[in-house]
């Protein structure tokens, strides 16, 4: 492509172009002179306000972020997902080596469930609780964080419950991390 652009203009990529003069106005604006522009235009400006004012948008978001995760089917998938990539992350799979997975599914569940305003009352220990002892160290933090985004990229969870999700997760760092 470029040796054919470079053929075309003598073995030049940029040349100098001539001047062709100012081009012409796609449409005129049917404005008699002496009238000032805005005169004639802010009627049809507030019109086209009220008109957008009145159709609305989407309708403002009701459902809790526990719908928008796709309730228990979803979170639970969403579950699933995080497990099977923490099974391949190196950084962070040593601080599940004692861990009862299936335990941790459950609990994890039920945890995602009450974080998102479900229906769900977690019954597992406090976050402090959980992670004392185990020197969680930022990077392991944020590797699991990206583990659990992978998850979510791959349940379809749409983007915006997705990011909710994690902003809920981050606010307990000071609860999981060095404990």
């Not at 075309?8 to 040349?15: I, P, V």
């Not at 469930?113 to 229906?119: A, F, I, T, V």
């Not at 659990?148 to 349940?155: K, P, V």
């Amino acid at each position: 492509m470029v040796s054919e652009q470079a053929r075309r203009r003598g073995g030049r990529l940029g040349g100098p172009r001539r001047y062709r003069g100012p081009a012409r106005p796609a449409r005129l604006v049917p404005v008699p002179a002496g009238e000032p522009v805005s005169g004639r235009l802010l009627p049809a400006l507030l019109a086209a306000v009220l008109l957008a004012a009145c159709a609305g948008g989407p309708p403002p978001s009701d459902r809790t972020l526990y719908a928008r995760l796709g309730g228990e089917a979803g979170i639970e998938a969403i579950v699933d997902r995080f497990l099977y990539h923490l099974a391949d992350n190196e950084r962070s799979l040593p601080l599940f080596r004692n861990t009862d997975i299936e335990r941790f599914r459950e609990k994890f569940i039920e945890h995602l469930c009450e974080l998102s305003d479900g229906p769900c009352e977690y019954s597992g220990d406090s976050m402090a609780a959980t992670h004392r002892g185990m020197d969680i160290s930022r990077a392991q933090f944020n590797s699991i964080v990206e583990t659990l985004q992978r998850a979510l990229e791959d349940t379809r969870t749409p983007t915006g419950a997705g990011n909710a999700l994690l902003a809920r997760l981050a606010a307990l760092y000071p609860e999981v991390a060095r404990q």
